[in-house]
């Protein structure tokens, strides 16, 4: 179906992408740069989003699995890509063939990278991953001079390329949280090992929020995400442009006298007669149903409040008795320069974080578009 209205679309402009990955270059100046693109982009497309970095300086690209890193290289890219969890068996072959870098949290792991690199007859680049303290993946300090030893070995047989130690923090959307310096400590002590080992591999710790309060540990690379979608992780501001927009139209009005009631379960009722807009978004589209009666859309020049509950694929909305077109475009959040609500905001209501907001956006039934 060429050229249909889109019922529901969420619009990422790329140019906010640019400036914030500028933004967020500048600010590590010594450090290269990983725009990390996992999930899709955090639901904003994962290759438009990639192509914005590079051009904006980022040099390399994070995925959470070999499948979204092999997606991005099928796609023309070029780049440096990391790829960091996968489950046991997955054709590691692919990924060192490609040229992605791969992590290895544990000798195990290790072991099943060289097996598929001797099998490629290509050496595979690899990461050794040292849990300081989140406790996820990453190699426990006490099996780390073996894994360490063992990327030794295997760099000398030529079925490894040891090419960085790192790991990720807990706490740096905390400032002075004191969990990340425990963490630096313990990472600066892995790093000494893989030193004291013969390995000369670069260092990347820092997330988005280290990348903007922790400059003390920016190392060789920053790995930036949610800063880079322009949604910032930390208390104090920063100048950060939010990417993505979610808009809907006014499918229809209607009059509404005092007194009705609306949507299932009529949680909410007029007190007046009104204007109601239905607009053709629901929780299918990713409008929590937990927004019902507790949420604002832009429509018409303000605010305006949804009205009883979030459907699957409808909400409404009270427009007392403004004149309404059908038709009117609806902003349900956006990065807040009208007044229009923002993910952050939806976050706050709903009791999550504007990175779970933006990454459930990716549905089939919700066009993108990119400006
Ligand atoms: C998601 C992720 C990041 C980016 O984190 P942000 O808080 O979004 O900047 C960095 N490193 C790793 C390992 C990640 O999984």
């Known amino acids: 179906m060429p050229d249909q209205r889109p019922r529901a679309e969420v619009v990422v402009e790329l140019d906010a992408i640019r400036h914030n990955v500028t933004l ?177 591999p670069m260092r990347h710790l820092a997330n988005s929020a280290a990348t903007l309060d922790r400059p003390d540990l920016h190392f060789d690379m920053v790995r930036v995400g949610i800063a880079m979608y322009g949604l910032n992780p930390l208390p104090q501001n920063e100048d950060l442009r939010p990417a993505m927009t979610f808009r809907s139209s006014v499918a229809l009005t209607k009059r509404l006298p005092a007194g009705e009631s609306v949507s299932y379960g009529h949680t ?11 607009v053709p978004v629901g929780y299918a589209d990713g409008v929590p149903r937990a927004l019902s009666n507790r949420m604002d859309v832009w429509l018409a020049g303000r605010r305006r409040p949804i009205v009883g509950r979030v459907c699957m694929d409808q909400i409404v909305i009270d427009c007392g008795d403004d004149e309404i077109r059908e038709g009117e475009e609806v902003v349900l959040f956006g990065d807040g320069h009208l007044g229009e609500p923002t993910a952050r905001e939806w976050a706050d209501t709903l009791g999550t974080i504007d990175y779970e907001i933006v990454t459930g956006m990716y549905r089939p039934r919700v066009a993108r578009s990119y400006r």
């Open 268 to 278: 909410w009722t007029s007190t007046r007669d009104t204007t109601l807009a239905l």
């Open 24 to 200: 967020l270059a500048a600010r590590a100046p010594g450090s290269a740069t990983m725009a990390v693109v996992k999930a899709d982009g955090y639901g904003h497309g994962a290759l438009p989003v990639a192509q914005a970095a590079l051009e904006a300086g980022a040099t390399w690209l994070g995925s959470c699995s070999l499948a979204e890193a092999l997606d991005l290289r099928a796609a023309g890219i070029e780049a440096r890509i990391m790829s960091w969890l996968d489950v046991p068996e997955t054709d590691l072959a692919a990924g060192i063939e490609a040229g992605i870098d791969l992590s290895a949290s544990s000798v195990r792991e290790l072991a099943d990278i060289a097996r598929s690199a001797q099998r490629t007859g290509k050496p595979a680049r690899v990461h050794l991953k040292i849990d300081t303290g989140l406790s996820r993946n990453g190699c426990q300090p006490h099996d780390w001079p073996e894994l360490v030893d063992s990327a030794a070995k295997a760099q000398t047989d030529g079925r490894v390329e040891v090419i960085a130690v790192w790991s990720h923090l807990a706490c740096a959307d905390e400032p002075g949280h004191p969990a990340t310096d425990r963490q630096a400590e313990r990472f600066r002590h892995a790093y000494d090992i893989a030193r004291d080992a013969g390995l000369h």
